[in-house]
């Protein structure tokens, strides 16, 4: 995630075009928000699992970064507000993961997350969806977050990256907080299985990371009208990098 960073900076000088990324974990990895307390997370439990944990350079809540595919789209802002950003790369992801599940859609309320965060039950990002997250059925399919970056000449770059759920291993997430109230950790655990879903369960077979990368170019290409070129620099030489 800390290359999204440096991809942001890039283009922030002229560097690179606009990018969009895909990338998987290995190991699975614990990532807290930017400014999320690292006591929220029980690291000797993440250690009997062999998990990693790393700070994004995003805010957010924590994720599991399990089965799934992680996008990145390292962007111009152009004027546009959080929320433009937001609706504007959903729009595309909606685009393109509907032709895997054609109830893809995205959340159009937007909750008090000031208020929200007050409660431990909000630890994981996946406890509640922000407006223009993308969702199947109203279960959050999506967890994304956003950054900026400013030049000396007033450009400004957005970083936005997020988690598409291909399995239900993100729940695991749960026995993962550092939580003393069992009753606030079955909370939790009844509130993934409420309002979260993922692909694999959504549709009722195995959906790839592969076949998902697919329709997220499809997507991109459908409702922004960009196309995608090749660069010297390949993505898969970053894939394994643990910060």
Known sequence: MWYDVELAQKLLHGHIPQTVRVYGWKPWTV???YNQSEKDIDRTKCNEYGFDVVRR???GRAILHANELTYSVVMFADGKGITEIYSLISRALVAGLSTICPTV???TSQPNFRQLYRKQESLPCFSSSARYEVQIGGKKLVGSAQRRFSGPEGNEVVLQ??????GPE???LSELLRIDDEAVRK???SDFEQKTTDFSTATGRIITFDEVVVAIKEGFEKALNVHFVSTSESIYEHTNVRV
Do not use: K, V
Request: no cysteine.
């Open 161 to 166: 990256h997020g988690s598409i759920l291909l």
């Open 105 to 107: 859609s995205y959340e």
């Open 31 to 33: 990532s807290l928000g």
């Open 170 to 172: 993100h729940t695991l």
């Open 57 to 59: 350079p995003t805010g």
């Open 187 to 189: 909370a939790i655990q």
